[in-house]
Nanobody, 115 residues
Framework: QVQLVESGGGLVQPGGSLRLSCVVS????????TGWYRQAPGKERDLVAR???????IYADSVKGRFTISRDNTKNTVFLQMNSLKPEDTDIYYC?????????WGQGTQVAVSS
């Protein structure tokens, strides 16, 4: 069974940094496309960044140059390093994994950027 568990969210001041982690149980991680999405109350869940099995990445325009996604296949973990955080980055961040035709989600971790 595939389960995703996020950690690393919290409250940070504008300009600060956070590192999100998502640990994936099961044996499909290294064969899967993984990513981070974020969602504000009442809004759609939007892609933040994604990384494929070859290490190719894509980013939302709003986070390019500030966020970095990476993965460690030996630890079944995907990371999101977030620098130069802005108040508009405040959201619940969700880890996502796509294996074959199935999509899995984590429970979400809150990120709040405020002075």
């Amino acid at each position: 069974q595939v389960q995703l568990v996020e950690s690393g969210g919290g409250l940070v001041q504008p300009g600060g940094s956070l590192r999100l982690s998502c640990v994936v149980s099961g044996s499909v991680f290294r064969f899967s496309l993984t990513g981070w999405y974020r969602q504000a109350p009442g809004k759609e869940r939007d892609l933040v960044a994604r990384i494929d099995v070859f290490g190719n990445t894509i980013y939302a325009d709003s986070v390019k140059g500030r966020f970095t996604i990476s993965r460690d296949n030996t630890k079944n973990t995907v990371f999101l390093q977030m620098n130069s955080l802005k108040p508009e980055d405040t959201d619940i961040y969700y880890c996502n994994l796509r294996y074959m035709d199935t999509v899995y989600w984590g429970q979400g971790t809150q990120v709040a950027v405020s002075s």
